[in-house]
Antibody
């Protein structure tokens, strides 16, 4: 069984940097893409980006200039940084595993990040 | 980006009803289509992958079909615990992977 647990600051001021970390328990960390997805309150889901255990990344072009995803495979962790946040970045942020069936099969519990002055 | 459009945006049905949700892609995505169920305060849960494959542990009353641009999620006999929001998601070719806007299913 796979479990993803995430943590990070939940309240930010405009222009600050969002920072979240996700740790993976259970099956192999290698061989998958580890992703971040966000959901503004009451709205739909937006894919932010992904990383594999070797550090290869792909980002959503809409956020690419502000996003960095890093991995520490030895700790089975990956992280998200989003710079220069605004109120539009207020959302629940999820980490998830992208598996061989091209789907997100395991998810973290979600972290509500609120951006407010 | 590939746009995903779901319909309806919400529906109300009774226990035992057959429920159908549709998802249309802005271009052909073969069968690279997944369905998720999300309950309030919870992360999405994978129900169907590759258009028609039931994820382990998901009840058999859920089924998916379609290919190309048009897809369907069917709940054959709606149960109380199926009250949730359902999202489709495409994973065709390279990212960004995109989601439909969601369909909220309520019990009458």
């Amino acid at each position: 069984q796979v479990e993803l647990q995430q943590w990070g600051a939940g309240l930010l001021k405009p222009s600050e940097t969002l920072s979240l970390t996700c740790v993976v328990y259970g099956e192999s960390f290698g061989g998958y893409y580890w992703t971040w997805i966000r959901q503004p309150p009451g709205k739909g889901l937006e894919w932010i980006g992904e990383i594999n255990d070797r550090g290869s990344t792909t980002y959503n072009p809409s956020l690419k200039s502000r996003v960095t995803i890093l991995v520490e495979a030895s700790k089975r962790q990956f992280s998200l940084k989003l710079t220069s946040v605004t109120a539009a970045d207020t959302a629940i942020y999820y980490c998830a595993r992208y598996d061989g069936s091209n789907s997100f099969d395991y998810w973290g519990q979600g972290t509500l990040v609120t951006v407010s002055a | 980006d590939i746009q995903m459009t779901q319909s309806p945006s919400s529906l109300s049905a009774s226990v035992g009803d057959r429920v159908t949700i549709t998802c249309r892609a802005s271009q052909s995505i073969s069968t690279y289509l997944n369905w998720y169920q999300q309950k309030p305060g919870k992360a999405p849960k994978l129900l169907i992958y590759a258009a028609s494959n039931l994820q382990r542990g998901v009840p058999s009353r859920f089924s998916g079909s379609g290919s190309g641009t048009d897809f369907t999620l069917t709940i054959s006999s709606l149960q109380t615990e199926d009250s949730a929001t359902y999202f489709c998601q495409q994973s065709h070719s390279s990212p960004p992977y995109t989601f439909g806007q969601g369909t909220k299913v309520d019990l009458k």
